[in-house]
Nanobody, 123 residues
Framework: QVQVMESGGGLVQPGGSLRLSCAAPGSMISGSAMGWYRRAPGKQRELVASETHDGTTEYADSVKGRFTISRDKAKNTLYLQMLSVNPDDTAVYYC?????????????????WGQGTQVTVSS
């Protein structure tokens, strides 16, 4: 399986902003639903944003109105723009390709996980 590569994380102050990037194969960026996950210390990995191949987006309640998922097909890159971050956003962030599970009625990841990118929100 081809691996994605996340970047753009770092240390940011509360209220600040950050943009994460995910380099992925062109076929994935052009034709697949994709999403951003995060794993906070001591917690399970959670899906925070998803986008279908034709641009329909969904967000977890905890990030709605603050995070924006988008993609640049010419650059084979998925983005997560993070605004008004707070300490609860501290986590390792991952991207992955998604498929819709008809039985569970939710998005599930099915690509190989990358190494992720660490986001730390602290003053």
């Amino acid at each position: 399986q081809v691996q994605v590569m996340e970047s753009g994380g770092g240390l940011v102050q509360p209220g600040g902003s950050l943009r994460l990037s995910c380099a992925a194969p062109g076929s994935m960026i052009s034709g697949s639903a994709m999403g951003w996950y995060r794993r906070a210390p001591g917690k399970q990995r959670e899906l925070v944003a998803s986008e279908t191949h034709d641009g329909t987006t969904e967000y977890a309640d905890s990030v709605k109105g603050r995070f924006t998922i988008s993609r640049d097909k010419a650059k084979n890159t998925l983005y997560l723009q993070m605004l008004s971050v707070n300490p609860d956003d501290t986590a390792v962030y991952y991207c992955n390709v998604l498929r819709w599970d008809q039985l569970l009625r939710l998005w599930v990841p099915y690509g190989r996980w990358g190494q992720g990118t660490q986001v730390t929100v602290s003053s």
